[in-house]
């Protein structure tokens, strides 16, 4: 069936280290997916998007891939502070779903001292 | 930026009573908001789509009688729980699109304990 999943619940990266946090998606009719970073008791928060006419795009030390041949998705956080400690999650959108953004299952990233 | 606000942000309530959730758009008019919960350690899981002046449309399994939508203007919409039962108890999310999916805002959520 459809879905947007994660490969790993929590990933541990040490502070000044990159992170990288996976992504893969079964349904090849998506055409937009984003990543969200949610905090503690607070809804989510647009981090970066790309549309599946990219595999790449750059923003404020985050890079979003795309690989459509193996449908995944990643998200690269460079530098990682403390800061970045929160839940992440990808999310698809189809042009057909009437805009409606359906989220994975999330990534908790732990940053170590 | 463009805000949506969520009210209350907390809420504690006795089984068989009705709670409202409010979800403003402060800044931009919302022609679609929609509802999502999120249970712990879970994802969000969207409830519904409810449209400015028109009925909501509801996802799969999410009970329309159980959950009412109102979204009356073009900067407010409202759920509420009907008849809470402890299962319903859970964190409750609601965005707003302002002008296509790169721009859904999303609530703070509401928490909604019933005891």
């Known amino acids: 069936g459809e879905s947007v999943g994660l490969h790993l619940p929590t990933l541990s990266v040490q502070e000044g280290d990159n992170s990288i946090i996976n992504c893969a998606y079964s349904?090849?009719?998506?055409?937009?997916f984003i990543w969200y970073k949610q905090e503690s008791g607070k809804g989510p928060q647009f981090i970066i998007d790309?549309?599946?006419?990219?595999d790449k795009r750059q923003g404020q030390r985050v890079t979003v891939l795309l690989n459509k041949t193996v449908k995944h998705l990643s998200l690269q956080i460079a530098a990682t502070q403390p800061g970045d400690s929160a839940v992440y999650f990808c999310?698809?959108?189809?042009?057909?779903?009437?805009?409606?953004?359906?989220f994975g299952k999330g990534t908790r990233l732990h940053i170590l001292p | 930026g463009a805000v949506v606000s969520q009210h209350p942000s907390w809420v504690i309530c006795k089984s068989g009573t009705s709670v409202k959730i409010e979800c403003r758009s402060l800044?931009?008019?919302?022609?679609?908001m929609f509802w999502y919960r999120q249970f712990p350690k879970q994802s969000l899981m969207l409830m519904a789509t409810?449209?400015?002046?028109?009925?909501?449309?509801?996802e799969q399994g999410v009970e329309k009688d159980k959950f009412l939508i109102n979204h009356a203007s073009l900067t407010l919409s409202t759920l509420t729980v009907t008849s809470a039962h402890p299962e319903d108890s859970s964190f409750y999310i609601c965005?707003?699109?302002?002008?296509?999916?790169?721009?859904?805002?999303f609530g703070d959520g509401t928490r909604l304990s019933i005891l």
């Open positions: 965005s707003a699109r302002d002008s296509g999916p790169a721009t859904q805002h």
């Open positions: 349904n090849s009719a998506s055409d937009y």
């Open positions: 790309i549309r599946s006419n990219m």
């Open positions: 999310a698809e959108n189809k042009a057909n779903r009437d805009d409606k953004i359906i």
């Open positions: 800044d931009f008019q919302a022609t679609t």
């Open positions: 409810s449209n400015e002046g028109s009925k909501a449309t509801y």
